[in-house]
Each structure stands twice: as C-alpha cells, then as structure tokens.
C-alpha cells in the first residue's frame, strides 16, 4: 500500500503536470493571435525571415515561467513531509525558495527548457517558412504556415504535413494515423471506395483535428518529462536544505531506491 507521503507526492505531480498543461494551451493562444500572424506576414513581406521565425520566442520565455512555480510547489510539499519528521524531534525546518542553490536550479531549469524548445521551435518554423515559399505562396499563407508549426518539433510538422498529402490523395495511409480523428475515417473511406476526393473544407477539418491530436500529445509528454525532473531537483533542494538546518552530516544520510 502507498504510503500518506506517496500519494501526496502523486497528487503533487499530478496537480503540476496539469499547470504545465494549461500553460502550453495558453502559449498556444497567445502566440497563434491574429495579430502575431500579422507581424509575421509584415516580417515576411520585409525580407526579415529571422525575425519572422523568432516571433514566438517572446511567448516560449513566458512558457518557461511555469517551472519555477513547479520547482517552489515541489519544494514547499516535500519539506512539508521533512518536517512532520524532524518534528518528532521538536526540530523545525522550512523551504526557502530564495536560498541561492534553489534559485539557481530555476533559473537553470527555466534556461534549459526555453533554450531547447526555442530551438526545435525555429526548426519547424522553417520547415513551414520553407515550404511555403517553394510553392511560392503569398506572405499570408507562409505566416499561417508558421503559425500552424508553433507548438511543434519538425518532426511532427513533418508528420502533419504526410497526413495532409494522403488525405488530399483519398490514400488509405490516412487511415493507419494513430493521431487521426477516427471520426473522419467513414468519410474518407467513402472517398476512397468511390474514387473521390474530399473538398477544401474537409481535409482542412481532418488535418486539424489531427494537428490539434498531436499537440495535445506534445503537451502530455512535455508536462510529464519536465514537471518530473523539476519535482526530482525540488525534492532533493528540500532534503538538503533540512540538513542544513538542522546539522545533519549528509555523509550519514543512507538513500534507498524504491522502485514504485
């Protein structure tokens, strides 16, 4: 049976995970805004490329400012259980979230994050950018190509750009996408059978939902991988943390591993 600690701990991850979730969708909505779409096209009737692909990196910063409220959340709980332990011994502890070790593991933390989605970020842009100025599309249409990565490894703004080519085909390899909206499939199965191919206003619905699907899975992997590490390095700041406080030699502090 789990102990009081664990299942707070459970509670904990799951309660942050769900903040990192909720600050990805609004990354999301503030960086696709209609009028960062329409710096982007003046950036891109400009010839500022860069500064095209770079308009997102404003919104990745305020993204990365989740963590820090992950690490103070992880750390104020676990040294919570630290002191109902210590407190048999009639010793007080507290999690200083300002104690130059801690602040520098957010900082770093918030650093990592941003520095890495910021560069896979810029890849799938110019994937889009790119693409979109190959078939020589108009300014609007590559500014809505950038938008439509934002959120997105190239990888799978590859993946969502193969879905579009085998729907806008009637190929049954759309039907094979785990991240497809399966309510679709009887529509373009008929398709298919017939010998037809879905309009406009159809395939732009499927491939949606599809890039909906994807990002909704980006945002499950990146809140359960980054809140975990983030909790780990809180948990491990409050254990140190009550050592100091209260003189324990960390030499004699024995760690047991616990599979569960």
């Known amino acids: 049976m789990a102990s009081r600690e664990q299942i707070a701990l459970e509670r904990l991850l799951a309660t942050q995970e769900t903040a990192v979730r909720r600050a990805f969708q609004v990354f999301l909505a503030d960086a696709r805004a209609d009028w960062v779409i329409a710096e982007v096209r003046g950036l891109i009737e400009r010839g500022q490329l860069n500064d095209a692909l770079n308009v997102a990196n404003t919104f990745v910063a305020r993204l990365g400012d989740v963590f820090p409220r992950v690490f103070i959340a992880a750390g104020y709980e676990s040294m919570a259980h630290l002191a109902e332990q210590f407190g048999q011994s009639r010793v007080a502890v507290s999690f200083d979230p300002t104690y130059p070790r801690a602040a520098a593991l957010m900082r770093n933390n918030k650093l990592q994050f941003v520095t890495g989605f910021t560069n896979q970020q810029r890849q799938a842009s110019q994937a889009a950018l790119v693409s979109a100025l190959d078939k020589g599309q108009g300014s609007l249409a590559a500014a809505r190509a950038i938008r439509d990565s934002i959120g997105l490894t190239s990888y799978q703004w590859n993946a969502v750009q193969n879905y579009r080519r085998a729907v806008e085909a009637g190929s049954a390899a759309a039907l094979t996408r785990e991240l497809r909206d399966r309510r679709y499939d009887g529509t373009l199965q008929r398709a298919i059978d017939d010998g037809d ?58 760690r047991t591993w616990n599979a569960t």
């Open 197 to 254: 191919l879905l309009n406009n206003t159809q395939i732009d619905r499927m491939v949606g939902r599809y890039t909906s699907n994807m990002l909704a899975m980006r945002a499950e992997s990146i809140a359960r991988t980054e809140t975990q590490r983030v909790l780990n390095q809180a948990r491990q700041e409050a254990v140190q943390q009550s050592m100091e406080q209260t003189g324990i030699d960390p030499v004699k502090v024995t």
